[in-house]
């Protein structure tokens, strides 16, 4: 369509409608129009398929699980460096400490080490717990 | 043991934690009963044990409301009523399923989070304190893990497939330790430091004491005499055991244990009865306990590859040190500053 719409004194175009009403100067021709929405389109297309490309490969780095193949053991594989250096190094500053604060065993049974005096004497108290009521 | 909840400031605002004498001025420990278990914190200096006890409420109360199969008004439980499809979870029930995706990668299956079913089927469907009263009913057929491959977590959605029930027991707890690690040391504003045991399940955050930690790695706490306990030094990151010496209960005349292998959805029967493994994390060391138990005779081989210390228990009473575990009382366990399912603790008390 190359016959360029007219706007009569006191109309409004519609937005994207072609250009600003009748007797505003410098109006673009209708083929600069189409070159200009022919660029926007080729501009907005490339946009779209580099978004898209972009958001294909993030989904594809948190979708879990990922590639790892079934039965599959990756224990030697790299993981995550913790922040705040050797572990080894790591308490150093802390108080002396000389008796057992916790202990370690199977799931619903959870050991406390406790001291208490005797004749003068400090003995190592150890109860045991098991669990009452639901695992989680 | 001698318990008191009056002579630490803060600890009357978290009533259910009774506090531990333990002979150290040093750290105060306060402990409660938790998850189904039992939660200890040991905190220094001691005045922050109030709102160490105040912080790890918060946590341990949001975690059993988004991941415990036991509560019928729990987040997971709402999603698994469902029989499969998609879920926009919170954020704590979405990480809780993502480090036990990651628990399931990292140890190729063996620490597998759909082996829901598979308890279930094994008589594990309701609270452990009344599985006893329900022995005689027949066992039904096995139900190995449909994989945990069928689950899909994309940020906070989740694709369940029907028929596919989770259970994170493997990684839970020790998320759970990590979680309330953190948040103990946030609230103390990164001073001083806090041990956090669930059930066993050991995190650690903060500056640790001199020489590091103490604490005991037990095989079988309730019959000391059979297989004697190992005091140890934990200067960072964590440790978790797994057993099946607990949580054991009988159907239709077989002893059945809590760690199932999901590729035979049976009760693993490997030669190990007890797995303690440490790692950066709990979760870490969680997982890695749990397939080490399933793995059976390649434990030690898994466990060398991934660089965790550990000690194996076998059910004839021998043990096992792997991965620079110490063999000798008092010894210092040192783990790899490397996480692989969990990057949420660390020896600060929180840093990724």
Known sequence: ?136 | MTTTTSAVPGLAEAPAWQRIETGDPAVTVVERAALGTTARLAVWPPEHAGLAAVAADRVLAALDMQASRFRADSEISRVQRSDGGLFMLSDGLAEAVRVALEAARWTGGLADPTVGDALIALGYDRDFAAIGAHRDEPLPAAVPAPGWQQVRLDGALLRLPPGVRLDLGATAKGLGSDRAARAVMAAAGQAGGVLVSLGGDIATAGTAPRDGWPIVAADRPDEPGNSPAQPVRLPAGAVATSSITCRRWQRDGRLLHHIVDPRTGRPAGGPWQTATVAAMTCADANAASTAAIVAGPQAQAWLTRAGLPARLAARDGQVRCVGGWPEQDGGTVLVPPVTRVYAGAGPRGGAR
């Not at chain 1, 519609?14 to 009403?21: I, M, R, T, Y």
């Not at chain 1, 004749?119 to 695992?135: C, F, L, P, S």
């Open chain 1, 1 to 136: 369509m190359d016959s360029e719409r007219e706007y009569r004194p006191g109309q409004v175009p519609l937005p994207g409608a072609g250009g600003p009403p009748a007797g505003s100067p410098a109006r673009p021709s209708s083929r600069d129009g189409i070159r200009h929405a022919r660029r926007m389109s080729n501009w907005t297309l490339a946009a779209l398929l580099a978004g898209t490309g972009a958001a294909t490969v993030a989904l594809a780095r948190h979708a879990l699980p990922a590639s790892t193949g079934a039965g599959t053991t990756a224990a030697g594989s790299t993981g995550t460096a913790v922040s705040g250096g050797q572990a080894a190094t790591a308490g150093t500053g802390g108080p002396q400490v000389s008796h057992s604060v916790a202990t370690t065993s199977g799931s619903g049974t959870t050991v406390s080490t406790s001291t208490k005096t005797v004749n003068g004497k400090t003995v190592i108290v150890r109860t045991v717990h098991h669990a009452a009521y639901h695992d989680n």
